[in-house]
């Protein structure tokens, strides 16, 4: 039942006793707010990424708080990194290594020990278990599998939102077809 100071019964009611002298004002009116509804559709999920980054940050930042605590006594193989790039969410591992004495020799740049690969996801929204076959037993295939899980609800929450989006895009382009269309009946009565 729709609430009767919605504007959903308004356009109800309306529909219902129109007179012709008012339709073409009302389905300007009404095409306007449709398209107006849609635009904001739009700007929400170009928003969207910033958003769904701080919450999937959430979960990386956990990991990394526990990661540096075994950094001294049993360190990880794997880090995580969280980001937006051209308004894409990105929710991303690395396999971490460490150089031996003899690599480290031949650097000029005796600063970083650790060298990270990227890993990658392949399909689906999850990384498979099986990447992450060296993490250390101990603590970090379970921490790794708690973040994996945060970062694929993301991820599937980012592909809802861009289906959102490619519909809210469809609509506009069938209201703009609509609008065109009803024109065409002010020439057929004049």
Same mark, same amino acid.
């Given at each position: ?119 990658? %996801? ?6 498979? %278990? ?52 009803? %024109? ?7």
């Amino acid at each position: 039942m729709l609430d009767e100071n919605s504007a959903a019964y308004r356009w109800h009611k309306m529909a219902q006793q129109c007179k012709p002298t008012e339709e073409k004002q009302a389905f300007e009116l009404a095409l306007s707010q449709s398209l107006n509804a849609l635009a904001q559709v739009e700007r929400f999920t170009d928003q969207e990424p910033y958003l769904l980054e701080f919450l999937a940050s959430c979960y990386a930042n956990n990991f990394w708080h526990i990661h540096r605590s075994y950094r001294d006594i049993n360190p990880g193989h794997f880090a995580c990194r969280v980001r937006n790039r051209d308004n894409a969410f990105e929710a991303a591992w690395h396999h971490n290594w460490y150089m031996s004495e003899n690599q480290m020799a031949q650097r000029h740049n005796k600063k970083y020990r650790v060298r990270s690969t990227h890993i990658r %996801k392949g399909k689906g929204f999850r990384y498979p %278990k099986g990447r992450f076959s060296k993490a250390n037993k101990e603590w970090e295939s379970d921490l790794i599998d708690y973040t994996e899980d945060g970062f694929a609800l993301v991820r599937e929450i980012r592909h809802e939102i861009l289906a959102i989006k490619k519909k809210a895009q469809t609509c506009t382009k069938r209201l703009h077809k609509l609008h065109k269309h009803f %024109k065409k009946m002010e020439v057929l009565h004049d």
